[in-house]
Protein backbone atom coordinates (compact mmCIF):
# COMPACT_ATOMS: atom_id res chain seq x y z
CA UNK A 1 0.00 0.00 0.00
CA UNK A 2 2.28 2.75 -1.49
CA UNK A 3 2.69 6.35 0.23
CA UNK A 4 4.97 9.29 -0.83
CA UNK A 5 7.26 10.33 1.21
CA UNK A 6 6.60 12.83 3.96
CA UNK A 7 8.52 15.83 4.96
CA UNK A 8 11.86 14.75 6.93
CA UNK A 9 11.36 18.34 8.67
CA UNK A 10 9.15 19.61 11.61
CA UNK A 11 9.42 22.07 14.18
CA UNK A 12 6.51 23.11 15.27
CA UNK A 13 2.81 21.22 15.87
CA UNK A 14 1.73 22.99 12.76
CA UNK A 15 4.71 21.44 10.84
CA UNK A 16 5.07 18.29 12.23
CA UNK A 17 0.75 17.40 10.72
CA UNK A 18 1.88 18.43 6.93
CA UNK A 19 1.04 15.18 5.30
CA UNK A 20 2.00 13.92 2.47
CA UNK A 21 -0.99 12.61 0.42
CA UNK A 22 -1.31 8.49 0.71
CA UNK A 23 -1.98 6.29 -2.42
CA UNK A 24 -5.63 6.79 -4.67
CA UNK A 25 -5.86 3.00 -3.83
CA UNK A 26 -4.85 2.86 -0.31
CA UNK A 27 -7.16 6.12 0.31
CA UNK A 28 -10.14 3.76 -0.80
CA UNK A 29 -9.42 1.05 1.08
CA UNK A 30 -8.60 3.19 4.08
CA UNK A 31 -12.20 5.03 3.70
CA UNK A 32 -13.86 1.67 3.18
CA UNK A 33 -12.40 0.41 6.62
CA UNK A 34 -13.08 3.38 8.29
CA UNK A 35 -16.64 3.14 6.88
CA UNK A 36 -17.09 -0.53 7.82
CA UNK A 37 -15.90 0.84 11.42
CA UNK A 38 -18.57 3.49 11.83
CA UNK A 39 -21.12 0.96 10.95
CA UNK A 40 -19.99 -0.86 13.79
CA UNK A 41 -19.72 1.77 15.46
CA UNK A 42 -23.48 2.61 15.01
CA UNK A 43 -25.05 -1.08 14.98
CA UNK A 44 -23.82 -1.54 18.79
CA UNK A 45 -24.81 2.12 19.83
CA UNK A 46 -28.46 1.21 18.12
CA UNK A 47 -29.40 -1.74 18.12
CA UNK A 48 -30.60 -1.26 21.50
CA UNK A 49 -33.19 0.91 20.28
CA UNK A 50 -34.92 -2.12 18.47
CA UNK A 51 -34.54 -4.58 21.57
CA UNK A 52 -36.41 -1.45 23.37
CA UNK A 53 -39.78 -3.47 24.05
CA UNK A 54 -38.14 -6.76 25.26
CA UNK A 55 -36.28 -5.21 27.43
CA UNK A 56 -38.63 -2.69 29.31
CA UNK A 57 -41.30 -5.96 29.00
CA UNK A 58 -38.77 -8.15 30.83
CA UNK A 59 -37.02 -6.07 33.15
CA UNK A 60 -39.92 -4.04 34.23
CA UNK A 61 -38.54 -0.57 32.77
CA UNK A 62 -39.99 2.63 32.56
CA UNK A 63 -40.02 4.85 29.08
CA UNK A 64 -37.83 7.39 31.25
CA UNK A 65 -35.60 4.55 31.93
CA UNK A 66 -35.65 3.04 28.35
CA UNK A 67 -34.33 6.87 27.47
CA UNK A 68 -31.84 7.02 30.42
CA UNK A 69 -30.24 4.00 29.51
CA UNK A 70 -30.08 4.29 25.63
CA UNK A 71 -28.73 7.81 25.77
CA UNK A 72 -27.32 9.04 28.71
CA UNK A 73 -25.47 6.34 30.51
CA UNK A 74 -23.96 5.86 27.26
CA UNK A 75 -23.34 9.60 26.33
CA UNK A 76 -21.65 10.99 29.63
CA UNK A 77 -18.93 8.87 29.31
CA UNK A 78 -18.75 9.17 25.72
CA UNK A 79 -18.63 13.30 25.38
CA UNK A 80 -16.72 13.31 28.38
CA UNK A 81 -13.57 11.16 27.42
CA UNK A 82 -13.69 12.04 23.95
CA UNK A 83 -11.81 15.13 24.64
CA UNK A 84 -8.66 13.51 26.64
CA UNK A 85 -8.51 11.16 23.63
CA UNK A 86 -8.86 13.34 20.71
CA UNK A 87 -6.08 15.49 22.88
CA UNK A 88 -3.84 12.41 22.56
CA UNK A 89 -5.07 11.69 18.60
CA UNK A 90 -3.39 14.64 18.07
CA UNK A 91 0.13 13.52 18.37
CA UNK A 92 -0.63 9.99 18.87
CA UNK A 93 -1.05 6.82 16.41
CA UNK A 94 -4.79 7.38 15.35
CA UNK A 95 -5.74 3.76 14.09
CA UNK A 96 -4.10 2.58 16.99
CA UNK A 97 -6.78 4.61 19.29
CA UNK A 98 -9.54 3.27 16.64
CA UNK A 99 -8.43 -0.30 17.28
CA UNK A 100 -8.45 -0.22 20.64
CA UNK A 101 -11.52 1.46 21.02
CA UNK A 102 -13.32 -0.82 18.78
CA UNK A 103 -12.43 -3.76 20.55
CA UNK A 104 -13.60 -1.99 23.88
CA UNK A 105 -17.12 -0.98 22.60
CA UNK A 106 -17.60 -4.36 20.75
CA UNK A 107 -17.09 -6.13 23.82
CA UNK A 108 -19.02 -4.66 26.23
CA UNK A 109 -22.18 -4.70 23.52
CA UNK A 110 -21.95 -8.63 24.25
CA UNK A 111 -21.64 -7.98 27.79
CA UNK A 112 -25.09 -6.41 27.55
CA UNK A 113 -26.40 -9.01 26.65
CA UNK A 114 -25.54 -10.58 29.64
CA UNK A 115 -27.28 -7.70 32.14
CA UNK A 116 -29.83 -8.89 34.27
CA UNK A 117 -31.30 -5.78 35.51
CA UNK A 118 -31.56 -1.79 34.73
CA UNK A 119 -28.02 -0.93 36.94
CA UNK A 120 -26.07 -3.94 34.79
CA UNK A 121 -27.45 -2.72 31.79
CA UNK A 122 -26.67 0.78 32.49
CA UNK A 123 -23.12 0.16 33.76
CA UNK A 124 -22.83 -2.09 30.00
CA UNK A 125 -24.60 0.64 28.22
CA UNK A 126 -20.89 2.66 29.76
CA UNK A 127 -18.48 0.62 29.02
CA UNK A 128 -19.65 0.82 25.24
CA UNK A 129 -19.57 4.68 25.07
CA UNK A 130 -16.33 4.51 27.24
CA UNK A 131 -15.15 2.54 23.64
CA UNK A 132 -16.97 4.44 21.28
CA UNK A 133 -15.68 7.86 22.39
CA UNK A 134 -11.94 7.16 20.45
CA UNK A 135 -13.37 6.01 17.16
CA UNK A 136 -14.84 9.77 15.70
CA UNK A 137 -12.22 12.43 16.54
CA UNK A 138 -9.63 10.47 15.60
CA UNK A 139 -11.08 9.24 12.21
CA UNK A 140 -12.34 12.64 11.48
CA UNK A 141 -8.82 13.90 11.71
CA UNK A 142 -7.35 11.22 9.63
CA UNK A 143 -9.85 11.28 6.79
CA UNK A 144 -9.07 15.02 6.79
CA UNK A 145 -5.15 13.93 6.16
CA UNK A 146 -5.98 11.27 3.53
CA UNK A 147 -8.25 13.65 1.13
CA UNK A 148 -8.28 16.91 -0.66
CA UNK A 149 -9.96 19.80 0.49
CA UNK A 150 -12.06 20.57 -1.62
CA UNK A 151 -13.22 17.06 -1.14
CA UNK A 152 -13.42 17.37 2.19
CA UNK A 153 -17.25 17.06 3.03
CA UNK A 154 -17.67 14.31 0.49
CA UNK A 155 -15.21 12.41 2.21
CA UNK A 156 -16.79 12.87 5.50
CA UNK A 157 -20.39 12.51 4.47
CA UNK A 158 -19.17 9.06 2.63
CA UNK A 159 -18.11 8.28 6.76
CA UNK A 160 -20.94 9.53 8.18
CA UNK A 161 -23.18 6.98 6.12
CA UNK A 162 -22.07 4.39 9.21
CA UNK A 163 -24.59 6.29 11.08
CA UNK A 164 -27.81 4.98 9.16
CA UNK A 165 -26.32 1.98 7.26
CA UNK A 166 -24.97 0.80 11.26
CA UNK A 167 -29.05 2.03 12.24
CA UNK A 168 -29.80 -0.16 9.45
CA UNK A 169 -28.16 -3.24 10.39
CA UNK A 170 -28.66 -2.78 14.20
CA UNK A 171 -31.75 -2.64 13.85
CA UNK A 172 -33.00 -5.07 11.18
CA UNK A 173 -30.12 -8.25 12.65
CA UNK A 174 -30.90 -7.07 16.23
CA UNK A 175 -35.33 -7.74 15.49
CA UNK A 176 -34.52 -10.91 13.54
CA UNK A 177 -32.41 -12.09 16.20
CA UNK A 178 -34.66 -11.11 19.34
CA UNK A 179 -37.44 -12.74 17.08
CA UNK A 180 -35.66 -15.92 16.86
CA UNK A 181 -33.50 -15.72 20.08
CA UNK A 182 -34.45 -13.35 22.41
CA UNK A 183 -32.73 -9.52 23.09
CA UNK A 184 -29.78 -10.98 24.84
CA UNK A 185 -28.28 -12.72 21.73
CA UNK A 186 -29.10 -9.26 19.54
CA UNK A 187 -26.17 -7.75 22.03
CA UNK A 188 -24.13 -10.77 21.61
CA UNK A 189 -24.04 -10.90 17.69
CA UNK A 190 -23.57 -7.50 17.16
CA UNK A 191 -20.92 -7.16 19.31
CA UNK A 192 -18.62 -9.88 18.56
CA UNK A 193 -17.30 -9.06 14.56
CA UNK A 194 -15.88 -5.59 16.09
CA UNK A 195 -12.79 -8.11 18.22
CA UNK A 196 -11.93 -9.03 14.93
CA UNK A 197 -12.09 -5.97 12.71
CA UNK A 198 -10.15 -4.41 15.61
CA UNK A 199 -7.45 -6.44 14.73
CA UNK A 200 -7.45 -5.74 10.76
CA UNK A 201 -7.53 -2.14 11.69
CA UNK A 202 -4.44 -2.29 13.56
CA UNK A 203 -2.23 -4.51 11.55
CA UNK A 204 -3.71 -2.70 8.20
CA UNK A 205 -5.07 0.56 8.74
CA UNK A 206 -1.69 3.39 8.17
CA UNK A 207 -1.21 6.32 10.20
CA UNK A 208 0.31 9.16 7.42
CA UNK A 209 2.16 10.71 9.80
CA UNK A 210 5.29 8.77 9.58
CA UNK A 211 7.24 7.85 12.28
CA UNK A 212 9.62 10.73 12.72
CA UNK A 213 6.60 13.12 12.18
CA UNK A 214 4.82 10.98 15.11
CA UNK A 215 8.10 11.47 17.12
CA UNK A 216 8.46 15.30 16.35
CA UNK A 217 4.90 15.87 17.62
CA UNK A 218 5.27 14.60 20.55
CA UNK A 219 9.10 16.61 21.03
CA UNK A 220 6.71 19.87 20.68
CA UNK A 221 4.07 18.47 22.04
CA UNK A 222 4.87 20.47 25.74
CA UNK A 223 4.96 23.94 23.78
CA UNK A 224 2.70 22.92 21.40
CA UNK A 225 -0.99 24.12 22.01
CA UNK A 226 -2.83 23.37 25.01
CA UNK A 227 -6.57 22.39 25.12
CA UNK A 228 -7.20 25.76 26.73
CA UNK A 229 -5.19 27.05 23.95
CA UNK A 230 -7.28 25.03 21.25
CA UNK A 231 -10.61 25.98 23.04
CA UNK A 232 -9.44 29.56 22.63
CA UNK A 233 -9.00 29.53 19.31
CA UNK A 234 -12.06 27.92 18.68
CA UNK A 235 -14.19 30.51 20.87
CA UNK A 236 -13.18 33.26 17.99
CA UNK A 237 -14.76 31.35 15.12
CA UNK A 238 -18.65 32.02 15.50
CA UNK A 239 -19.55 29.59 12.40
CA UNK A 240 -18.41 26.62 14.65
CA UNK A 241 -20.78 27.40 17.62
CA UNK A 242 -23.58 27.90 15.32
CA UNK A 243 -22.92 24.78 13.44
CA UNK A 244 -21.88 22.77 16.80
CA UNK A 245 -25.20 23.63 18.67
CA UNK A 246 -27.48 23.42 15.07
CA UNK A 247 -26.22 20.06 15.02
CA UNK A 248 -26.76 19.38 18.45
CA UNK A 249 -30.21 20.02 17.64
CA UNK A 250 -30.50 17.93 14.89
CA UNK A 251 -28.83 14.88 16.94
CA UNK A 252 -31.47 15.46 19.86
CA UNK A 253 -34.16 15.12 17.53
CA UNK A 254 -32.45 11.97 16.19
CA UNK A 255 -31.74 10.13 18.71
CA UNK A 256 -34.44 11.52 20.92
CA UNK A 257 -36.71 9.44 18.46
CA UNK A 258 -34.63 6.31 17.74
CA UNK A 259 -35.76 4.45 20.83
CA UNK A 260 -39.61 5.23 20.54
CA UNK A 261 -39.78 4.96 16.51
CA UNK A 262 -40.33 0.79 16.86
CA UNK A 263 -42.61 1.51 20.14
CA UNK A 264 -44.45 3.94 18.47
CA UNK A 265 -45.34 1.80 15.68
CA UNK A 266 -46.37 -1.64 18.17
CA UNK A 267 -48.30 0.87 20.47
CA UNK A 268 -50.62 2.83 17.97
CA UNK A 269 -50.39 -0.08 14.97
CA UNK A 270 -50.08 -3.06 16.59
CA UNK A 271 -52.58 -4.67 14.78
CA UNK A 272 -51.11 -3.39 11.12
CA UNK A 273 -47.66 -4.62 11.75
CA UNK A 274 -48.18 -7.62 12.97
CA UNK A 275 -50.54 -8.24 9.70
CA UNK A 276 -48.25 -6.82 7.78
CA UNK A 277 -44.97 -9.11 9.32
CA UNK A 278 -47.32 -12.31 9.13
CA UNK A 279 -47.21 -11.52 4.97
CA UNK A 280 -43.22 -12.55 5.41
CA UNK A 281 -43.38 -14.75 7.92
CA UNK A 282 -41.94 -12.59 10.32
CA UNK A 283 -43.27 -11.30 14.20
CA UNK A 284 -43.46 -7.76 14.71
CA UNK A 285 -40.57 -7.03 15.82
CA UNK A 286 -38.41 -8.32 13.79
CA UNK A 287 -40.52 -6.78 10.65
CA UNK A 288 -40.42 -3.51 12.16
CA UNK A 289 -36.72 -3.81 13.03
CA UNK A 290 -35.96 -4.59 9.29
CA UNK A 291 -38.66 -1.70 7.40
CA UNK A 292 -37.40 0.90 9.91
CA UNK A 293 -33.64 -0.20 9.01
CA UNK A 294 -33.99 -0.76 5.89
CA UNK A 295 -36.12 2.60 5.30
CA UNK A 296 -34.04 4.54 7.72
CA UNK A 297 -30.52 3.21 6.64
CA UNK A 298 -30.96 3.12 3.11
CA UNK A 299 -32.41 6.79 2.91
CA UNK A 300 -30.54 7.91 5.80
CA UNK A 301 -27.33 6.87 3.67
CA UNK A 302 -28.42 8.47 0.07
CA UNK A 303 -29.20 11.27 2.31
CA UNK A 304 -25.31 11.61 4.21
CA UNK A 305 -24.24 10.57 0.53
CA UNK A 306 -26.01 13.84 -1.26
CA UNK A 307 -25.98 16.42 1.53
CA UNK A 308 -21.88 16.11 1.11
CA UNK A 309 -21.74 16.39 -3.17
CA UNK A 310 -23.92 19.05 -2.69
CA UNK A 311 -22.13 20.88 0.22
CA UNK A 312 -18.99 20.27 -2.05
CA UNK A 313 -20.32 21.32 -5.65
CA UNK A 314 -22.07 24.33 -4.32
CA UNK A 315 -19.65 25.29 -1.25
CA UNK A 316 -16.89 26.21 -4.51
CA UNK A 317 -18.64 28.61 -5.36
CA UNK A 318 -20.21 30.05 -1.74
CA UNK A 319 -18.93 28.37 0.79
CA UNK A 320 -22.18 29.50 2.45
CA UNK A 321 -24.19 26.42 0.60
CA UNK A 322 -22.36 24.74 3.93
CA UNK A 323 -24.70 26.13 5.98
CA UNK A 324 -27.68 26.31 3.79
CA UNK A 325 -28.20 22.79 2.71
CA UNK A 326 -28.55 21.84 6.50
CA UNK A 327 -30.89 24.33 7.18
CA UNK A 328 -33.32 23.91 4.36
CA UNK A 329 -33.71 19.98 5.43
CA UNK A 330 -34.29 21.09 8.58
CA UNK A 331 -37.22 23.37 8.18
CA UNK A 332 -38.06 20.34 5.43
CA UNK A 333 -38.46 17.68 7.70
CA UNK A 334 -40.80 19.13 10.36
CA UNK A 335 -43.87 18.60 8.04
CA UNK A 336 -42.99 15.56 6.72
CA UNK A 337 -42.03 13.34 9.94
CA UNK A 338 -45.69 14.78 11.38
CA UNK A 339 -47.42 13.50 8.73
CA UNK A 340 -45.47 10.28 9.15
CA UNK A 341 -46.77 10.47 13.24
CA UNK A 342 -50.42 11.02 11.96
CA UNK A 343 -51.43 9.35 9.27
CA UNK A 344 -53.68 6.29 9.85
CA UNK A 345 -51.62 3.81 8.10
CA UNK A 346 -48.64 2.51 9.44
CA UNK A 347 -47.27 1.35 5.58
CA UNK A 348 -47.80 4.84 4.71
CA UNK A 349 -45.90 5.90 8.13
CA UNK A 350 -43.51 4.30 7.49
CA UNK A 351 -42.89 4.92 3.91
CA UNK A 352 -42.84 8.34 4.90
CA UNK A 353 -39.96 8.19 7.58
CA UNK A 354 -37.58 7.37 4.15
CA UNK A 355 -38.26 11.03 3.38
CA UNK A 356 -37.80 12.20 6.61
CA UNK A 357 -34.35 10.36 6.89
CA UNK A 358 -33.34 11.63 3.53
CA UNK A 359 -33.73 14.86 5.06
CA UNK A 360 -32.61 14.42 8.73
CA UNK A 361 -28.99 13.13 7.10
CA UNK A 362 -27.76 15.74 4.63
CA UNK A 363 -26.55 17.88 7.26
CA UNK A 364 -23.61 15.30 8.36
CA UNK A 365 -20.96 16.28 5.35
CA UNK A 366 -21.27 20.08 4.92
CA UNK A 367 -21.38 20.30 9.06
CA UNK A 368 -18.26 18.46 9.90
CA UNK A 369 -16.62 19.33 6.80
CA UNK A 370 -16.74 23.01 7.85
CA UNK A 371 -15.69 22.05 11.48
CA UNK A 372 -12.82 20.21 10.28
CA UNK A 373 -11.94 23.22 7.34
CA UNK A 374 -11.99 26.22 10.11
CA UNK A 375 -9.92 24.26 12.60
CA UNK A 376 -6.00 24.89 12.30
CA UNK A 377 -4.47 21.47 11.22
CA UNK A 378 -3.03 20.50 14.23
CA UNK A 379 -6.61 21.01 16.09
CA UNK A 380 -8.64 19.09 14.12
CA UNK A 381 -9.07 15.75 16.34
CA UNK A 382 -9.66 18.56 19.16
CA UNK A 383 -12.21 20.42 17.15
CA UNK A 384 -14.07 17.14 16.34
CA UNK A 385 -13.96 16.16 19.44
CA UNK A 386 -15.46 19.47 20.79
CA UNK A 387 -18.39 19.70 18.36
CA UNK A 388 -19.29 15.73 19.19
CA UNK A 389 -19.10 16.58 23.24
CA UNK A 390 -21.59 19.27 22.52
CA UNK A 391 -23.71 16.93 19.95
CA UNK A 392 -24.05 13.82 21.72
CA UNK A 393 -24.03 15.58 25.02
CA UNK A 394 -27.31 17.42 24.10
CA UNK A 395 -28.99 15.01 21.31
CA UNK A 396 -27.54 11.69 22.71
CA UNK A 397 -27.72 12.76 26.01
CA UNK A 398 -30.50 14.40 26.77
CA UNK A 399 -32.49 13.42 23.49
CA UNK A 400 -34.12 10.27 24.41
CA UNK A 401 -34.68 10.77 27.78
CA UNK A 402 -36.41 14.00 27.02
CA UNK A 403 -38.86 12.17 25.11
CA UNK A 404 -39.06 9.26 27.17
CA UNK A 405 -39.98 11.76 30.51
CA UNK A 406 -42.37 13.49 27.86
CA UNK A 407 -43.78 10.30 26.83
CA UNK A 408 -44.60 9.25 30.64
CA UNK A 409 -45.64 12.75 31.53
CA UNK A 410 -47.82 12.84 28.32
CA UNK A 411 -48.82 8.88 28.85
CA UNK A 412 -50.17 10.18 32.65
CA UNK A 413 -50.11 13.24 33.40
CA UNK A 414 -52.40 13.68 30.71
CA UNK A 415 -54.50 10.20 31.00
CA UNK A 416 -53.08 9.70 27.04
CA UNK A 417 -51.96 6.57 27.53
CA UNK A 418 -48.57 5.20 26.35
CA UNK A 419 -49.92 5.18 22.56
CA UNK A 420 -50.81 8.64 22.34
CA UNK A 421 -48.35 9.74 25.19
CA UNK A 422 -45.16 8.59 23.01
CA UNK A 423 -46.86 10.14 19.84
CA UNK A 424 -47.44 13.73 20.70
CA UNK A 425 -43.62 13.54 22.04
CA UNK A 426 -42.20 12.82 18.94
CA UNK A 427 -44.25 15.30 17.56
CA UNK A 428 -43.57 17.93 20.08
CA UNK A 429 -39.96 17.03 19.79
CA UNK A 430 -39.37 17.28 16.06
CA UNK A 431 -40.45 21.01 16.06
CA UNK A 432 -36.88 21.62 18.03
CA UNK A 433 -35.63 21.61 13.84
CA UNK A 434 -36.81 25.74 13.95
CA UNK A 435 -33.80 26.37 16.49
CA UNK A 436 -31.64 24.17 14.12
CA UNK A 437 -33.03 26.09 11.29
CA UNK A 438 -32.15 29.68 13.09
CA UNK A 439 -28.22 28.32 13.88
CA UNK A 440 -27.39 27.26 10.81
CA UNK A 441 -28.99 30.67 8.57
CA UNK A 442 -26.70 32.47 11.68
CA UNK A 443 -23.14 30.25 10.19
CA UNK A 444 -24.19 31.67 7.08
CA UNK A 445 -23.18 34.88 7.65
CA UNK A 446 -19.43 34.39 9.31
CA UNK A 447 -18.43 31.18 7.43
CA UNK A 448 -17.50 32.71 4.30
CA UNK A 449 -14.98 35.00 6.17
CA UNK A 450 -13.86 31.91 8.78
CA UNK A 451 -13.45 29.21 6.33
CA UNK A 452 -11.22 31.65 3.93
CA UNK A 453 -9.00 32.96 6.97
Same mark, same amino acid.
Given at each position: ??????????????????????????????????????????????????????????????????????????????????????????????????????????????????????????????????????????????????????????????????????????????????????????????????????????????????????????? %?? &? *??? $???? +????? =??????? /? #???????????????????????????????????????????????????????????????????????????????????????????????????????????????????????????? %?? &? *??? $???? +????? =??????? /? #????????????????????????????????????????????????????????????????
Amino acid at each position: MGRTRLSEQATTPQQAQTITPVTAGYRSYAMGLLLVIYILNFVDRQVVNILAEPIKNELGLLDWQLGAMSGLAFAIFYTLLGLPIARYAEKGNRPYIIAVSLALWSAFTAVCGLAQNFVQLVLARIGVGIGEAGCTPPAHSLITDYVPKEKRASALAFYSMGTPLGSLVGMGLGGVIADAYGWRWAFIVCGLPGLILALIVALTLIEPRAKKVLDDVKR %VA &A *TGP $SFKD +ALKVL =TSKRTFW /F #IAFAAAIKAFIGYGHAPFTASFFLRNHGEEVAALAAQFGLQSQGFLGLALGIVGGLAGALGAFVGGQIADKYGAKDLRAYASVPAVAALATIPVYCFAMTVDSAAIGIGTLAINAILGTLWYGP %VY &A *TAQ $SIAP +AHMRA =TASAIML /F #IINLVGLGLGPLAVGILSDYLAIGRSMGSAEGVRWALIISVLANFGAVALFWFARKTIREEMEG
